[in-house]
């Protein structure tokens, strides 16, 4: 069964920039997408950025747009969250996610559209 391990993430000052990975393992892996879900302190899980990997189409949050960008490394089976220009408010935990299949699963902005999900990582951003 396929498994999304990730690693990047830490401490960041305002203005830097952090790179989250994604890998997938663990069995043939040909997803629909792939997105990027975070939670901040006593907020709910929220959409960050997604790809649709047969088309290279992405998708990004309003907050994120133009600092983050999201891109897949096919022969790693590895999506990255390239986050630049930090702020604070980026403070969370961040979550990749992907679709064990390659059929549309809904909308990629949706948590629901996703079965497979990393472990998350913590991103702290200070002022």
């Known amino acids: 069964q396929v498994q999304l391990v990730q690693s990047g993430g830490g401490l960041a000052q305002a203005g830097s920039s952090l790179r989250l990975s994604c890998a997938a393992s663990g069995g043939t892996f040909k997803p629909y997408g792939m997105a990027w879900f975070r939670q901040g302190p006593g907020k709910e899980r929220e959409f960050v950025a997604a790809l649709a990997v047969l088309y290279a189409n992405t998708f990004y949050a309003d907050a994120v747009k133009g600092r983050f960008t999201i891109s897949k490394d096919d022969a790693k089976n590895t999506v990255y969250l390239q986050m630049n220009s930090l702020k604070p408010q980026d403070t969370a935990v961040y979550y990749c996610?992907?679709?064990?299949?390659?059929?549309?699963?809904?909308?990629?902005?949706?948590?629901?559209?996703?079965?497979?999900w990393g472990q998350g990582t913590q991103v702290t951003v200070s002022s």
């Open positions: 996610a992907a679709t064990s299949g390659g059929h549309y699963p809904g909308p990629m902005r949706l948590s629901e559209s996703y079965d497979l």
